[in-house]
């Protein structure tokens, strides 16, 4: 079975930083896109990063962008989103998902259940 | 950035009717859409790619059409399980930009 689990929400002081992580098994993830979506509470979904086959392109949302690292260590099947200095609007709740493509279409299928991060004093 | 606008924000049916949803793009993204659905507390869901194309699994009572900047999500015979929020996603280019949401409610 095809599984995305994130794990590493928690809170953090504003300022902060935290890394979540992202397991992959039933697939190969060293043969996917990758990518992040997050989602503020009672709000839609944001964007946030994707990261290419062996890292070769690498894409921010404007609003995380010299803050927030995406990475993916292929060996452990695993995705990575480090996020720092971190702000009270960056509180959400964090999606890892795999891009999918056919052609020159592509779609997040599947998503992971998702983190919690909550940016507060 | 592309912009995706839906309408309506929210909507209320009831069991068996039929709906349609619609997203506009700001500019042209011939049939790089897709849609998703998703339930309180859950992950989304992948209903329809490339604006038409069902995925795996899913209940052909959905449907999606459009092309170039209007598409529509329809839902025919409503069940009570489709009760949810519906997202646009266009893939064509980046950033991925969504719709703000459809939230379908039980009249």
């Known amino acids: 079975e095809v599984q995305l689990v994130e794990s590493g929400g928690g809170l953090v002081k504003p300022g902060g930083s935290l890394r979540i992580s992202c397991a992959a098994s039933?697939?190969?993830?060293?043969?996917?896109?990758m990518t992040w979506v997050r989602q503020a509470p009672g709000k839609g979904l944001e964007w946030v990063s994707s990261?290419?086959?062996?890292?070769?392109?690498?894409y921010y949302a404007k609003s995380v962008k010299g803050r927030f690292t995406i990475s993916r260590d292929d060996a452990k099947n695993s995705l990575y989103l480090q996020m720092n200095s971190l702000r009270v609007e960056d509180t959400a709740v964090y999606y890892c998902?795999?891009?999918?493509?056919?052609?020159?279409?592509?779609?997040?299928?599947?998503w992971g259940q998702g983190t919690l991060v909550t940016v507060s004093s | 950035d592309i912009q995706m606008t839906q309408s309506p924000s929210s909507l209320s049916a009831s069991v068996g009717d039929r709906v349609t949803i619609t997203c506009r793009a700001s500019?042209?993204?011939?049939?790089?859409l897709n849609w998703y659905q998703q339930k309180p507390g859950k992950a989304p869901k992948l209903l329809i790619y490339a604006a038409s194309s069902l995925q795996s699994g899913v209940p052909s009572r959905f449907s999606g059409s459009g092309s170039g900047t209007d598409f529509t999500l329809s839902i025919s015979g409503l069940q009570p399980e489709d009760f949810a929020t519906y997202y646009c996603?266009?893939?064509?280019?980046?950033?991925?930009?969504f719709g703000q949401g459809t939230k379908l409610e039980i009249k």
């Open positions: 998902a795999r891009m999918t493509a056919r052609g020159p279409h592509n779609w997040f299928d599947p």
């Open positions: 996603q266009q893939s064509h280019s980046s950033p991925r930009t």
């Open positions: 039933g697939f190969t993830l060293s043969t996917y896109k």
């Open positions: 500019q042209s993204i011939s049939g790089y």
């Open positions: 990261i290419s086959i062996s890292t070769t392109y690498i």
